[in-house]
């Protein structure tokens, strides 16, 4: 995941930029509108997975004391435009089964809270030691787990679990050991 020393977003994707295929999309219990929403949609949630990753970064910029522009484009500029990307296609998605308008919900309520990041990154200077570090750092946090949920009402829309990485087998090893 090179998003950081890359303007093209598809460097960030973990598989090539496109709908689904049809066959991950399909569980015992879905429908065709189910596909038909998930192919739909796709694109919609991986801008928000990419707005998502952007804003993070630009938390961890701010952090380390680093410029926040990567190829002369500030990060929070480009996360704006992910997110007009996703607007487009949450908003304009036809859920037709419960299950779909349960999906949706959570893309929209992911979409909310992300929105809400980009314009504070977008006019804040401080986003670390700021007025408004909490509630950044919340909306962020709140669409990363609006995302996570996505995948458990319809195939197709994964998410990395770091649960299992390297550093998160460590966290737990050094705080076994610290008791």
Known sequence: MRFLDSSDRNSFSARPDGPPDVATCIRPDTTDSDVDYALEVNRGFEALKYAAALL??????????????????????????????????????????????HHNYHLRAALEHLVAAA????????????????????????????????????????????????????????TRLAQ
């Open 56 to 101: 993070t970064g630009t938390l961890l910029l701010d952090l380390t004391g680093s410029d926040r522009t990567v190829q002369d484009r500030a990060l929070a500029d480009k996360a704006c435009d992910a997110l007009t990307e996703a607007r487009d296609a949450v908003l304009s998605a036809r859920p037709r089964s419960i299950n779909a308008r």
């Open 119 to 174: 314009d504070i990154a977008s006019h804040r200077a401080e986003l670390i030691a700021g007025p408004d570090a909490d509630t950044i750092y919340a909306a962020i946090y709140a669409a990363w787990d609006e995302l996570k949920k996505l995948d458990g009402l319809m195939a197709g829309f994964q998410m990395v679990d770091l649960t299992q990485s390297c550093c998160a087998f460590h966290a737990r090893q050094m």
